[in-house]
């Protein structure tokens, strides 16, 4: 079969969507809205989406994404903007003809050559790195997840797969346990629908780490990230003499299940595990929360309340859940000295899943 890759173009909007429904699932109308907030409203690359497409007699068979992502570094007010690679999908008609890799490929050389140093995955698994195994990438951070309230026996976990295939899963409204708590909530923690978005991003502006290198989550940040129509979110506030001095947000997907604290920011460890304890009396079931690295106060806050440490094996052929990055040029009018080389470690990066696509 004879393939053509390029860039997006508006005229295929409609066939990605398709294209994405018949991969993913989902209705059309959802596809759109989903591609139209994640790579045509993302505020880090507003002229054209970094978007690529595999066509066959004119048809659209494959795609990758990449959207903007803003970082920092140190104390400087300077920050850089680095594409994260996302939605890879090909048709099943026309899997096995190295359509990834062209893929892939193609989009190394595109934003190479449009000034960008470096690419990320911030949530970078073993087939997303089978995609590009002639590229030099460097683990940047692994993922560390403490969970509570998940069965992990593989009896537990073939059940579930079990009922995803025969469609028997039960859909969820979202946050139902949640909502009925924050509705009663009071005081000095506050359960919420709706984020506080100037009050979050000063909270982080004050408290987080200037030594590390890190993801903005700032207002811009935050009006993007919560439009994001795939998820749906809660929020619990911490609040000191009329001031914010912590924040949790949780997240679900649209049909429930699991509960993801995704970012978090408080100005003592005492604000933090005040916090998490609330998540826990809101009734939040089967929790997770993962960050590159947990601070030893947070580690035993965690496992004094009942959540498990997930030991992932990480193996090279075989590299446990985290953030890699793939350096696209050696001279870059975009992001070239802003410096990832020399595997920083965890702790000097500071990056939430909220910032992950996956979220």
Not at 205 to 228: K, L, V
Request: proline share 3%.
């Amino acid at each position: 079969m004879s393939y053509r890759v390029t860039e997006y173009s508006p005229r295929f909007k409609d066939q990605i969507a398709a294209l994405r429904c018949r991969v993913f699932g989902g209705t059309q109308a959802f596809a759109v809205k989903y591609f139209t907030w994640k790579y045509e409203q993302n505020p880090y690359l507003k002229e054209q989406p970094l978007f690529y497409i595999a066509l066959h007699e004119g048809n659209v068979v494959g795609m990758l994404g990449a959207y903007g992502s803003q970082w920092r570094a140190g104390r400087s007010q300077k920050s850089w903007i680095i594409p994260c690679s996302a939605e890879f999908a090909v048709d099943p008609d026309h899997q096995r003809h190295g359509l990834g890799q062209q893929l892939s490929a193609y989009k190394s050389e595109d934003t190479a050559r449009k000034g960008y140093k470096y690419s990320m995955h911030l949530s970078a698994n073993r087939s997303s790195l089978r995609l590009q195994p002639k590229l030099q990438f460097e683990r940047v951070a692994t993922y560390h997840s403490f969970q509570r309230g998940i069965e992990r026996t593989l009896l537990a976990r073939g059940r579930r797969k079990l009922k995803r295939l025969i469609g028997s899963r039960q859909i969820e409204t979202p946050f139902r346990n949640f909502d009925i708590w924050a509705a009663q909530s009071s005081g000095s923690i506050i359960g919420a629908l709706e984020p506080r978005i100037s009050e979050m991003s000063d909270l982080v502006s004050r408290y987080c780490s200037e030594s590390a290198t890190r993801h903005a989550r700032d207002t811009c940040f935050y009006r993007w990230r919560f439009a994001d129509p795939s998820s749906v979110y809660r929020f619990i506030f911490y609040v000191q003499g009329g001031s914010m001095a912590g924040f949790f947000v949780l997240h679900q997907s649209t049909s429930g299940g699991r509960t993801t604290i995704v970012d978090w920011e408080t100005s003592t460890q005492v604000a933090w595990s005040k916090l998490l304890h609330a998540v826990a009396e809101s009734n939040a079931q089967n929790l997770v929360i993962t960050s590159m690295a947990f601070s030893e106060g947070q580690t035993q806050t965690l496992l004094r309340m009942g959540f498990e440490s997930v030991h992932v094996l990480n193996t090279a052929t075989n590299p446990a859940p985290g953030i890699f990055l793939w350096e696209l040029a050696n001279n870059s009018t975009v992001n070239g000295d802003l410096d990832f080389r020399g595997s920083p470690s965890s702790s000097k990066l500071d990056v939430r899943m909220i910032c992950s696509d996956a979220f």
